[in-house]
Structures are given as structure tokens and as C-alpha cells.
């Protein structure tokens, strides 16, 4: 059989490490695949060519994205370019040439997924995107494939490998956050802006396109609330550990019976979890099906050639199924394109947690009691207190709790009472608390 021809679009940290995995395991890909793989033409606006392995079996290197998607040699077009811009209009146009693709770009799919895979329908193309969340851990796979029988209760899990990598530095070496974000940026861990990792916008995306693949509903990237890692501190790490948790940037993606929750924000585990010993670049995500109950997948969440065998792996799905019905297919979002549902994805302030509250409070007698009936008032009950002495000359004491769990709504109106109060000094830290068992 005559080889499959690729066009690829960008050849940097995923690009090159896609082009060194064609390359190294070209013979095992093939007879996987069934056909051998051939990347017809490459368009980059930069790249180091001293870098990849492979690139001398690229058929042409240009710098014109547009040529790729155009060229009629090209069956399968991958894109790592990454951004809305013009991997959006790249995309569409790749598909209305009859062309299938394959992209690690999740702000794409979270933000244009419904688009792009409705056009992709209309002409009997597959989108191909396991690359798309929490890098080389077949995940979608997984979720799409794996627990079809389940009614998914459940997804939660460290989806951002850049922040992961921060926190775990953080706590285990004292790091600075700017230090530890700069190595990761220099690993090609981090996203171009990589705000997106730090303020959880990565991770938004990721979660955005799990919550749809394990509730049959459109994606609704606007509808997930977002909270990243940026105003965590050395201090929260502490009393967290002191209370025998960790504090981990956690997507969470929940089936309730007033709709579902879409969210994502440092969390503090049990430091006995699993998630809680993921540690560094690697991520992981736990899923509970009703039928399979907890299931746990781990692996490295960025990085060229993890990433790198997600994108492959969709390739070689693709190719497999050149020749299949399209309405054959594993539909992109794991259920029947009629068959999403509308259940709603609940505000924030709807949603139920426990919490880790740090502030700063005059140390007086009766201040305590007046936070702990303020809490109670809003129906918020502590489960454990530290309240430290104060420092020579200091007139304010750091005091940290742990609550119950209760709604968000209710959270909000009691912090913002006692922030008011004049025993109370700045802004309270919050920080959710999720069990995760069962
Ligand atoms: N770096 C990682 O570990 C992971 C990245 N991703 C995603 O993979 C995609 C690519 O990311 P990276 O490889 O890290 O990015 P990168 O910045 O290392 O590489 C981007 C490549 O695209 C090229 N490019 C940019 N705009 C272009 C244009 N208009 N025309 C032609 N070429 C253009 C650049 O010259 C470069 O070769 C992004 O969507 C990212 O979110 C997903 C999982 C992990
Ligand atoms: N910037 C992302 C890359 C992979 O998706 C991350 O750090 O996880
Ligand atoms: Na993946």
C-alpha cells in the first residue's frame, strides 16, 4: 500500500518531537498502522533544525501553513501551532478539503470544538485531539473508549504539567515561583503565554473538554470556573502539610443532580491520595465510572515526545480508519453528535466544598468567637483550628481552619462579613478541600 502523506503545521517543542517519533519508531508505526507514515510537507515559521531527529525525511519545509492545508498530497494535517489564530481558520479549511486532523491545541478545542467538529461531520473528517489534555496520557482515549458502559459520576485531576511542576518545586525545594516557571518555559512545558498555565486557563481548557466527554455535553469553555496558582504561598504549603494535606492544582468535573460542576482551583487532598504524590511535570486524572468505580491514569502532561506519542497515537487511529464509514467513527465528544445533552453546568456559587481559610486576626479575646459565630451564622461549622503566637511586637495572628463542607454562596457571605471586621487584617485565603474518596 502506498504510504500516508502528512502535512504538519509547526516544528517546535510537539512539532519536533512529533517528527523524531515518526522518524525513531517508523517501523513499529507502520505495522501498527497498517501503511507506512510520510510527512509530506512541514510548514514552521521557525524551528531549530539541529534539534530534531528525522527532519531530513520531510518531504518540503516551507513557512506558509495555508500551502499545507491546501496540498492535495496531504491526507492527514497535524497541527502544533497552537493559539486560536490561525489554527482556527487553518483547521476549518484543512477539513473542507476533506482532510483529517490531529492538533494538541486545547484552547482550540475548548473554545471552537463544537465548530470545528460539526464541520468535520459535514465532511466525513476525524478531529483527532488526545494530545489535547494532559499531554502523553491517553485520557480521551480512555473516557471515550475505555468507560463507554459507565455512567460517569466523577473527574478530577492535575491537568496542568507547567503548574504542577511549580507547586512540586515549591514544596519540596523552596523555590521561587519565577524561577521554577522559567526552567519550565525553557523545557517547553509552558504554553506561549504562559499566564495560561499559572491563572489555570490551560487547565480550563483541558477540563472543559473532559466535562463534555464524560457528560455527553457541548463544550462550554465560558461556563468552567477558573482559579489558578499564582497567589498560592510558602506559608498555605505549610499549614496545609501541617494538617496532613497538599495543595494541588486540581480540574474537577462533577455530576450533580442540579447539573454539573466545571471547575478548576488549587485544592487541598489528603496527603495520603494519590493525586496528592503527583508530583513535577507529570500529571494525572482519576475517574469514576458507576460500573468500574475509581480509575487512576498517570503519566507526563507535557514535554516534545510525551506529547508527542499522543499525537502519533491519534495519527495512527486515523489512518486505521481512512477507509471506515464515517458514521462509524468514535464520535468526537464520546457520545452521538444528537445526542448531547443541555444539563446545565451549575454557577460557583452553587457548589459544594469544605475549605481552608487563612487570616490575619488581632490577638484579643472574644475574636475567635466572633469569626467562629459568624461562620455559624451562615450555617459553616470548623472542623480544626491552628492559631499561632505572636511574634515579638505583633499585634495580629495568623489563623488557619478548616471547615465543613457548604456552599459557595454561603462562603462568600461570611468571609465577606468577617473581612469587614476591624480585628480582621487583608484579604482572607481560601483554599477549596476535596476528599476524593469513593
Ligand atoms: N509543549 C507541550 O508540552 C505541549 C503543548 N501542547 C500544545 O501543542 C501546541 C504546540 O505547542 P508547542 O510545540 O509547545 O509550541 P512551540 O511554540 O514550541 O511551537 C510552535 C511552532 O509553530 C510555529 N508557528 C507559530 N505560528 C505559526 C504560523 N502562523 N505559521 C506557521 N508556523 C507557525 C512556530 O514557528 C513553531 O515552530 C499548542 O497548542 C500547545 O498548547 C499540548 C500538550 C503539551
Ligand atoms: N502548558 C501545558 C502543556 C501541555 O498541555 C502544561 O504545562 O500542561
Ligand atoms: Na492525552
Same mark, same amino acid.
Given at each position: 500500500?502506498?504510504?500516508?502523506?502528512?502535512?504538519?503545521?509547526?516544528?517546535?517543542?510537539?512539532?519536533?518531537?512529533?517528527?523524531?517519533?515518526?522518524?525513531?519508531?517508523?517501523?513499529?508505526?507502520?505495522?501498527?498502522?497498517?501503511?507506512?507514515?510520510?510527512?509530506?510537507?512541514?510548514?514552521?515559521?521557525?524551528?531549530?533544525?539541529?534539534?530534531?531527529?528525522?527532519?531530513?525525511?520531510?518531504?518540503?519545509?516551507?513557512?506558509?501553513?495555508?500551502?499545507?492545508?491546501?496540498?492535495?498530497?496531504?491526507?492527514?494535517?497535524?497541527?502544533?501551532?497552537?493559539?486560536?489564530?490561525?489554527?482556527?481558520?487553518?483547521?476549518?479549511?484543512?477539513?473542507?478539503?476533506?482532510?483529517?486532523?490531529?492538533?494538541?491545541?486545547?484552547?482550540?478545542?475548548?473554545?471552537?470544538?463544537?465548530?470545528?467538529?460539526?464541520?468535520?461531520?459535514?465532511?466525513?473528517?476525524?478531529?483527532? %485531539? =488526545?494530545?489535547?489534555?494532559?499531554? !502523553? @496520557?491517553?485520557? +480521551?482515549? $480512555?473516557?471515550?473508549?475505555?468507560? *463507554? &458502559?459507565?455512567?460517569?459520576?466523577?473527574?478530577?485531576?492535575?491537568?496542568?504539567?507547567?503548574?504542577?511542576?511549580?507547586?512540586?518545586?515549591?514544596?519540596?525545594?523552596?523555590?521561587?515561583?519565577?524561577?521554577?516557571?522559567?526552567?519550565?518555559?525553557?523545557?517547553?512545558?509552558?504554553?506561549?503565554?504562559?499566564?495560561?498555565?499559572?491563572?489555570?486557563?490551560?487547565?480550563?481548557?483541558?477540563?472543559?473538554?473532559?466535562?463534555?466527554?464524560?457528560?455527553?455535553?457541548?463544550?462550554? %469553555? =465560558?461556563?468552567?470556573?477558573?482559579? !489558578? @496558582?499564582?497567589? +498560592?504561598? $510558602?506559608?498555605?504549603?505549610?499549614? *496545609? &502539610?501541617?494538617?496532613?494535606?497538599?495543595?494541588?492544582?486540581?480540574?474537577?468535573?462533577?455530576?450533580?443532580?442540579?447539573?454539573?460542576?466545571?471547575?478548576?482551583?488549587?485544592?487541598?487532598?489528603?496527603?495520603?491520595?494519590?493525586?496528592?504524590?503527583?508530583?513535577?511535570?507529570?500529571?494525572?486524572?482519576?475517574?469514576?465510572?458507576?460500573?468500574?468505580?475509581?480509575?487512576?491514569?498517570?503519566?507526563?502532561?507535557?514535554?516534545?515526545?510525551?506529547?508527542?506519542?499522543?499525537?502519533?497515537?491519534?495519527?495512527?487511529?486515523?489512518?486505521?480508519?481512512?477507509?471506515?464509514?464515517?458514521?462509524?467513527?468514535?464520535?468526537?465528544?464520546?457520545?452521538?453528535?444528537?445526542?448531547?445533552?443541555?444539563?446545565?453546568?451549575?454557577?460557583?456559587?452553587?457548589?459544594?466544598?469544605?475549605?481552608?481559610?487563612?487570616?490575619?486576626?488581632?490577638?484579643?479575646?472574644?475574636?475567635?468567637?466572633?469569626?467562629?459565630?459568624?461562620?455559624?451564622?451562615?450555617?459553616?461549622?470548623?472542623?480544626?483550628?491552628?492559631?499561632?503566637?505572636?511574634?515579638?511586637?505583633?499585634?495580629?495572628?495568623?489563623?488557619?481552619?478548616?471547615?465543613?463542607?457548604?456552599?459557595?454562596?454561603?462562603?462568600?457571605?461570611?468571609?465577606?462579613?468577617?473581612?469587614?471586621?476591624?480585628?480582621?487584617?487583608?484579604?482572607?485565603?481560601?483554599?477549596?478541600?476535596?476528599?476524593?474518596?469513593?
Amino acid at each position: 500500500m502506498k504510504p500516508v502523506k502528512i502535512g504538519l503545521l509547526g516544528l517546535g517543542t510537539v512539532g519536533g518531537g512529533t517528527v523524531s517519533v515518526l522518524a525513531n519508531n517508523a517501523a513499529e508505526i507502520a505495522r501498527r498502522a497498517g501503511r507506512e507514515i510520510q510527512i509530506a510537507h512541514a510548514a514552521a515559521r521557525a524551528y531549530d533544525a539541529g534539534a530534531i531527529d528525522g527532519l531530513e525525511r520531510i518531504g518540503r519545509i516551507g513557512d506558509d501553513a495555508f500551502a499545507v492545508v491546501e496540498d492535495p498530497e496531504v491526507e492527514v494535517v497535524i497541527e502544533l501551532i497552537g493559539g486560536y489564530s490561525p489554527a482556527r481558520e487553518l483547521v476549518l479549511r484543512a477539513i473542507e478539503n476533506g482532510k483529517h486532523v490531529v492538533t494538541a491545541n486545547k484552547a482550540l478545542i475548548a473554545l471552537h470544538g463544537n465548530e470545528i467538529f460539526a464541520v468535520a461531520r459535514e465532511h466525513g473528517v476525524t478531529v483527532g %485531539f =488526545e494530545a489535547a489534555v494532559a499531554g !502523553g @496520557i491517553p485520557i +480521551i482515549k $480512555a473516557v471515550r473508549e475505555g468507560l *463507554a &458502559a459507565n455512567h460517569i459520576e466523577w473527574v478530577a485531576g492535575i491537568i496542568n504539567g507547567t503548574g504542577n511542576f511549580i507547586l512540586s518545586e515549591m514544596r519540596d525545594k523552596g523555590r521561587d515561583f519565577a524561577d521554577v516557571l522559567a526552567e519550565a518555559q525553557a523545557l517547553g512545558y509552558a504554553e506561549a503565554d504562559p499566564t495560561f498555565d499559572v491563572e489555570g486557563i490551560d487547565a480550563a481548557h483541558k477540563l472543559t473538554i473532559l466535562g463534555s466527554l464524560a457528560f455527553g455535553i457541548p463544550l462550554q %469553555f =465560558e461556563r468552567c470556573f477558573t482559579e !489558578g @496558582i499564582s497567589k +498560592i504561598g $510558602a506559608l498555605d504549603v505549610a499549614y *496545609a &502539610a501541617e494538617l496532613g494535606y497538599r495543595i494541588k492544582h486540581l480540574g474537577i468535573a462533577r455530576r450533580g443532580e442540579q447539573g454539573i460542576e466545571l471547575r478548576v482551583h488549587p485544592t487541598l487532598i489528603p496527603e495520603r491520595r494519590l493525586l496528592a504524590n503527583v508530583d513535577g511535570v507529570m500529571n494525572a486524572v482519576l475517574v469514576k465510572g458507576d460500573a468500574v468505580g475509581p480509575t487512576l491514569y498517570y503519566g507526563a502532561g507535557a514535554g516534545a515526545l510525551p506529547t508527542a506519542s499522543a499525537v502519533v497515537a491519534d495519527l495512527v487511529d486515523v489512518v486505521r480508519t481512512l477507509t471506515t464509514d464515517p458514521s462509524n467513527r468514535v464520535p468526537h465528544l464520546a457520545f452521538q453528535p444528537d445526542e448531547l445533552a443541555d444539563t446545565p453546568v451549575l454557577e460557583m456559587e452553587a457548589v459544594e466544598t469544605a475549605y481552608y481559610l487563612r487570616l490575619s486576626a488581632l490577638d484579643q479575646p472574644g475574636v475567635m468567637a466572633r469569626i467562629a459565630s459568624i461562620l455559624g451564622e451562615h450555617g459553616i461549622s470548623i472542623e480544626a483550628i491552628k492559631q499561632q503566637e505572636p511574634g515579638e511586637g505583633e499585634t495580629h495572628v495568623p489563623l488557619v481552619m478548616l471547615t465543613h463542607r457548604v456552599r459557595e454562596r454561603q462562603m462568600n457571605a461570611a468571609l465577606a462579613q468577617i473581612e469587614a471586621l476591624d480585628s480582621v487584617q487583608g484579604e482572607i485565603i481560601r483554599i477549596r478541600v476535596e476528599m476524593l474518596s469513593g
